[in-house]
């Protein structure tokens, strides 16, 4: 049997995870013996589950390191996902391509650029080598129009990678996306809890 590598893109709050679980659910509805993994610094809704943001669910093994699903991967699995994979290493790259070449069916879905706009890798080399590629667009926070960018509002200027959700980043469409980070003004239920209106 002949693996192959699928993977599914997009910016945040597009409905790669959704996607993702969807693929894995079908799988699993033809029998076949499917294994979901994720980084384990992905710990927004759950510690050992792949969630996505309207709560949708999967079980999955959280890895430290792409290389520890060696220690975890079942003779009998013919699927294999990965969530979140813009927050493995480049070696993801070469996990993918072992596992197809062994005749599995490898799924990823990922962020293919960062909050400054740029490729998120390993997402852009997946999508050169993958047998099929899903590209998902949100809805822009800002003007209704398609969005492919995330746009972060909040958190460190510093860092490539920091995990978050609504508290961090919003999709935005090419016109309202600006690759810093936009803090945005306190809406008026900040200033009501704080007491200061």
Known sequence: MSGWIEVVVGSMYSGKTEELIRRVRRAQYAKLKVQVFKPIIDQRYHQNN??????????????????????????????????????????????????????????????????????????????????????????????????????????SAESQIEVGSQDFYEARCRSHFKPKVEQLAPSVDFYLDKGLF
Request: aromatic fraction near 8%; glycine fraction near 6%.
């Open 50 to 155: 792949v969630t996505s943001h309207n709560k949708n669910q999967v079980e999955a093994l959280p890895l430290a390191s792409i290389h520890d699903i060696w220690d975890y991967l079942e003779i009998d699995t013919k699927v294999v996902a990965f969530d979140e994979g813009q927050f493995f290493t480049m070696e993801l790259v070469q996990v993918c391509r072992d596992l197809a070449a062994r005749g599995l069916r490898v799924i990823i879905s990922g962020l293919d650029m960062d909050w400054r706009g740029q490729p998120f890798e390993p997402i852009p080399t997946l999508m050169a080598i993958a047998e099929d590629v899903t590209k998902h667009r949100a809805i822009c926070t800002k003007c209704g129009e398609l969005a492919t960018y995330t746009q972060k509002i909040g958190g």
